[in-house]
Each structure stands twice: as structure tokens, then as C-alpha cells.
């Protein structure tokens, strides 16, 4: 029983730790279509600017509890500014390339962005462990759990209900929808195609790099952090399907489950797992789970 509540905990809280960053691929793809592999540079950037601001604000001699503020301005400062750099400066030239074009150059990006965090944080590693060390622990099924990983589940099923609601029930999701589906066509109804992609973009970068920031207490945030997280981000929203939130959701399920069984059970197969699940997917359904339906031009 306790090895069964083991692995549940431990798949729901890195299936909500692949959410937060898959969703952000899996929003900018759906939008722009466009495959961003520096999304997993935001990721990092995220982790380790919270780091940063969560060491300073505590050697300050501040209250631990504002640390939860420096992991949201961490996630804000880095994809609000390298969101918007990115786009600008990168992404807006990329609008109806070859993908393999567009991949090249976010990787590009990517590789570029991971130097300059050696150049600006150093070789060292980081540890800020003030958020998780304030919450304490907690008893579920007879062992000790971190409530701080714990909250990550929360903050996984709020960030997917806020999206939800934002993209079927507001204004600028109907925007978004009639950019999806005809960007020529939005344009000529009024729509401002330059700001809704300008928005769509941070609105990623921002949720990439609040994944790094949330996570960055749990971990030990050092060099190469990102370059895990956008494989198995990728292979989340391949198997829930590109460009979709509740796919992003059910992908990242499968996955965290999957791998935290793999772990728990047959720990020799963990990394193969996720890309033996991935694999199955497309024999079935090479689209992903719940690919989002294409419009019909006739």
C-alpha cells in the first residue's frame, strides 16, 4: 500500500511539473506553430533566476514567506523580457518557414541562451530550499511527504483551469481561436495578428519559466537544467498532441505515471519508458490523443 501511494504521489507531482512547462510548448505551437526548443532555456532561466532572487531576499534577513513572491517575479521577469526578446528578434522571422528551419534556429537559441546563463549565474550550483524547508511535512498513507511538492499539484490543476476558462470563455480566446484557424483571414477582420502572437509567446515563455522557478527548491539547479525537461516536454505534447491544453494534461499524466512506476518498479527501463509510451501513441494515433481539429479550406 505504501509503495502504491509512493508512486501515485510521485507521478501526480512530475506529471504537474510536466505540465507547467509542456503547456507552454503546447500553447505556442497551437498559436503560432511553432516548435520552440529554447523553451527549454526559459525553463532554466526560470530555475535559476528564482534561485537567485529567493537566496537574496532571504540573506536579506526577510520573512521565508516572500519567497513564494521571488518564484512568481522570477517566472514573470524572465518570460515577460526573454519572451518578448525571443519573439522579436528570432520567432517573428520564423512565421511560415520550413519547420526544420524553425527548429534550427530555437535550437540555436537554446544553445546561445545556456551560455549566457554560465556567464551570469556562474558555474555553481544553486539551492534554495527556504519555500520547501517553511512548509514542512506531511503524513499521506503512512509515509512522510514535502508539502512544497505537494502544492506543485495545485498549482498544476489551477494553472490548467485558468487557461481553460481564458481560452473558452474570454474574448481573447475567441481571438486566439480565429488566429489558429486562419491567420490571413483574422487579419482581415481587425484582429492585431503582431500583439496576439507577441502575447501568446510571453504567455509560454512565462509558464515555461514558472516551471524552473517552482521546481528550483526541490532541486539542485546547475548547468544543462534544461535540457531534459524540453525532450520530455516534447514528448508530452506529442503524445497528448500538438497544440492542445487537455492533451498537454493527459500526456504529462501518462508520462509522470508511467516513468514513476518504472522507477518504483523496474528501474532499469525508466528511460526508455516515456519513449516506449510515446512510441505507442503514434502507431495508433500519429497525430497525438487529442489533436486539436483542422479547419477545411474550400
Known amino acids: 500500500m505504501e509503495t ?3 508512486t501515485l504521489l510521485d507521478g501526480l507531482v512530475f506529471s504537474s511539473y510536466l505540465f507547467l512547462v509542456s503547456v507552454g510548448l503546447t500553447i505556442i505551437f497551437g498559436v503560432m506553430k511553432i516548435l520552440n526548443v529554447a523553451h527549454g ?34 517566472a514573470l521577469l524572465v518570460g515577460c523580457v526573454l519572451g518578448f526578446v525571443l519573439e522579436r528578434g ?15 534556429a530555437t535550437f540555436a537559441a537554446f544553445l546561445i541562451l545556456e551560455d549566457v546563463i554560465l556567464l551570469v549565474f556562474g558555474v555553481d550550483p544553486y539551492f534554495a530550499y527556504q519555500p520547501m524547508a517553511l512548509l514542512g511535512s506531511t503524513e499521506i498513507g503512512g509515509i512522510q511527504r514535502d508539502v512544497y511538492s505537494l502544492t506543485l499539484i495545485g498549482l498544476a490543476v489551477a494553472v ?4 481553460w476558462v481564458g ?15 486562419d491567420r490571413e483571414v483574422a487579419a482581415a477582420m481587425g484582429i492585431d495578428v503582431t500583439t496576439v502572437y507577441v502575447v501568446t509567446f510571453m504567455l509560454g515563455a512565462v509558464l515555461g519559466a514558472l516551471g524552473g522557478a517552482y521546481v528550483a527548491p526541490m532541486v539542485s539547479v546547475a548547468p544543462g537544467f534544461g535540457i531534459e525537461v524540453i525532450v520530455l516536454s516534447f514528448a508530452v505534447v506529442v503524445i497528448g498532441g500538438m497544440g492542445s491544453i487537455p ?8 508520462v509522470g505515471i508511467a516513468r514513476a512506476v518504472a522507477v518504483h518498479q523496474l528501474p532499469e527501463v525508466e528511460l526508455f519508458v516515456v519513449y516506449g509510451v510515446m512510441a ?19
Open 41 to 74: 532555456s526559459l525553463y532554466a532561466w526560470g530555475a535559476y533566476t528564482s534561485a537567485y532572487l529567493i537566496g537574496v531576499w532571504s540573506e536579506a534577513g526577510l520573512a521565508d514567506a516572500g519567497t513564494f513572491l521571488m518564484i512568481a517575479a522570477a
Open 160 to 163: 490548467g483551469v485558468v487557461l
Open 90 to 104: 528570432l520567432i517573428r522571422f520564423m512565421y511560415a518557414r520550413d519547420e526544420v528551419i524553425v527548429v534550427l
Open 280 to 298: 505507442v501513441v503514434l502507431v495508433f494515433r500519429p497525430q497525438g490523443l487529442f489533436a486539436p481539429a483542422r479547419a477545411r479550406k474550400i
Open 4 to 6: 502504491a501511494v509512493t
Open 167 to 181: 481560452l473558452t470563455r474570454t474574448r481573447w480566446g475567441r481571438l486566439l481561436t480565429a488566429v489558429i484557424h
Open 247 to 254: 492533451g498537454a494534461a493527459i500526456g504529462a499524466l501518462i
